[in-house]
Structures are given as C-alpha cells and as structure tokens.
C-alpha cells in the first residue's frame, strides 16, 4: 500500500532515496505537467503565521511565491509564474510550505529556495530539472536559432 501510494507521484517526482537525508536530490518534470516542490519546517510546527518564501535566486525578480500575513503575497512576483503557484493551504499547519508549480515550462529548471526567516532562517534549497517530451521536441526549436538556419542557406544561394 505504502509502495503504491510513493509509486503514484513518480510520473511527477522521482525520489532519490539515497540523496534524502543531505536535500539535494532533485524534482524531475516534464513539461505541462504540475509539480511539488516539498519543503517542511524542520521541526512539526504550524506555519500559519510565518513568512515563506519561494524564489529563484537566478531570476529578476526572483520572487516565486510570497505568503506572509496569513495569505499570499504576489505583488512582487516574477511574471513566468504568474497563475502558477501555490502553498497547501491546509498543510501549512503541519508545517508543509511545499509549493504547487502547474504548467511547468523548460525555463522553469534551476535551483528554488525555499526561506521562512523567522524560524531559524531555515532555508531548503530544491532543484527543478525539467525534460521535454518528443513532440514538444519537434515544436519548440527556438525562433532565433530557425531564423540563422534561413539566413545561412539564403546565404549560401546568394553565393551559388
Ligand atoms: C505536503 O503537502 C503536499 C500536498 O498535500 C503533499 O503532497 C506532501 O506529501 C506533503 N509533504 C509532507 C512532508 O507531508
Ligand atoms: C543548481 O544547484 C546545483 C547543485 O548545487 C548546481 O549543480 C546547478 O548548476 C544549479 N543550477 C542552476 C541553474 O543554477
């Protein structure tokens, strides 16, 4: 039953159990699909009342997700997420501040903290990989790169 229920997230997360105890192993995704990147409070308590805070240290701005007095803060979000995330709301008593990410984009992949300054600075840092599928292999060859490919064969006939 225990394997099961684990073996139910593993289209969206892939646990390393070995990487567990040092919190580094990372989030694999596929683009489109919604993710969770987990974060809990060291020690059992609520974190209701605390600040946290998600961010791409990478990123201007790098805010992800803000939650402080008791509701979410989004007002200095970074644009690519917007829509985007959220807490559990009713997690957060158990001290789970994992964040939703849905829609997930390839410019999603790096490194997120996850901060709640007043307890301990507690800082957990997850990385996101992100995988493309095939199909979206073949749609998403990025316009700058397609545009030089013209240029160049132009150039070429130019030539010829
Ligand atoms: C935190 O909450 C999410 C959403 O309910 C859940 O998937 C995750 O397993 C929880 N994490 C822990 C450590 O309980
Ligand atoms: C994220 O952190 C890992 C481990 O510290 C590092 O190898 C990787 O380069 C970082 N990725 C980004 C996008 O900063």
């Known amino acids: 039953m225990r ?3 684990v073996c139910m997230l593993c289209s969206l997360i892939i646990i390393s159990s070995t990487a567990s105890d040092t919190g580094v192993q990372p989030i694999v995704a596929l683009v489109g699909d919604d993710v969770i990147l987990p974060c809990t409070l060291r020690h059992t308590v609520s974190a209701v ?3 946290v805070e ?4 990478d990123l201007k701005p790098k805010e992800v997700h ?3 007095d008791e509701k979410d803060d989004l007002v ?3 644009p690519v997420f917007r829509g985007r995330t959220s807490l559990f709301k009713e997690e957060l008593e158990n001290g789970n501040t994992s964040l939703k990410l849905t829609r997930v984009k390839l410019s999603d992949a790096g490194n997120y903290t996850c901060y709640i300054p007043l307890l301990d600075h507690q800082k957990t840092i997850i990385q996101l ?4 599928s095939t199909h979206l292999l073949t749609t998403q060859t990025p316009l700058g790169d397609r545009s030089h490919e013209i240029k160049g064969e132009f150039n070429v006939k130019s030539i010829a």
């Open 3 to 5: 394997i099961y229920s």
């Open 66 to 68: 803000l939650y402080r």
């Open 129 to 132: 990989l992100v995988g493309e």
């Open 49 to 51: 009342h605390q600040s």
């Open 76 to 78: 200095l979000q970074n």
């Open 54 to 57: 998600w961010q791409r240290p």
